[in-house]
């Protein structure tokens, strides 16, 4: 029996990626940590590449906790997102995370500036389409407007 031969439009997956949708208990009520990234001029959830030999899980621990200056609790898994970044195929994770204590600087040759926000102010400010659309599904589930 013969096996069907790949498309060569089909492409492989070269970037491995994971963050999260930071929660704390705010001022405001439910806040979200949104993260300034100065080299991309964006808002978005704090993520970033995994490192040779790091799981997924491992990979947005860090990343959250680099990007953030918080140390975090892992929650759920939310989403997997996948698009091409100039021509090689990403795909980032996103799990549910939970602040548990401010754990140091922020990892500043990466993120400018750190914001708390409730979901539609998160909404707002958000860069990327398909953050926002976790973001919605996420806030909708949990009772949390958005």
Known sequence: MLLPMS??????TEIFAAGGLLWREGEKGREL????????GDWSLPKGKSDKGESLEETALREVEEETGCQVRMGGFLKCVIYEVKGRQKEVHYWEMEFVSEGGPLDEDEVAELVWLKPQEALERMTY??????LRVRSSLSGQGG
């Open 129 to 134: 389409e398909t953050e926002k659309e976790i």
């Open 7 to 12: 498309r060569k439009s089909e492409k492989k």
């Open 33 to 40: 940590a949104l993260v300034y990234r100065k080299r991309y």
